[in-house]
């Protein structure tokens, strides 16, 4: 056989993840794209795709961050995210873990104020 380490899948999953986390323009990064499958689960963690047109990026907001959003995060929105880059080595799949989101272009007490309204309208 080769004398050459041999790594196990997890190995291989958890080098990439400390590569990932060492490198510090990945620990606090603001992503501008797009929401969608945005999707909120009853651990009250939001997971979501953020696209451009060009590519997309899973994220995932722990519901830690997400209770504090002035506003509803739709799908369509287009957003700036805050948060680190990182890889889940069970599945091996980067992925943003979103600590912020804020709309793009429009404050998101405004966007918070014309959902509500919306809501009460209809």
């Known amino acids: 056989m080769m004398s050459e380490l041999i790594y196990s899948v997890n190995e ?3 080098l ?4 990932l986390d060492s490198d510090v323009r990945l620990m606090k990064i603001f992503i501008r794209g797009e929401l969608s499958n945005y999707k909120i689960y009853p651990s009250g963690h939001h997971y979501f795709t953020l696209k451009d047109s060009d590519a997309t990026l899973k994220a995932v907001m722990f519901r830690r961050e997400a209770d504090r959003l002035r506003f ?3 799908n369509g929105m287009k957003v700036i995210a805050l948060g680190r880059i ?3 080595p069970r599945d091996g ?3 943003l873990y979103c600590s912020g989101l804020t709309p793009d272009g429009v404050g998101d ?3 918070a104020y014309e959902q509500l309204k919306e809501k009460l309208f209809k």
């Open 109 to 111: 007490l405004h966007v």
């Open 93 to 95: 799949q980067y992925q």
């Open 12 to 14: 291989v999953n958890t």
């Open 86 to 88: 990182t890889v889940f």
């Open 16 to 19: 990439i993840k400390d590569m």
């Open 72 to 74: 509803k995060p739709e």
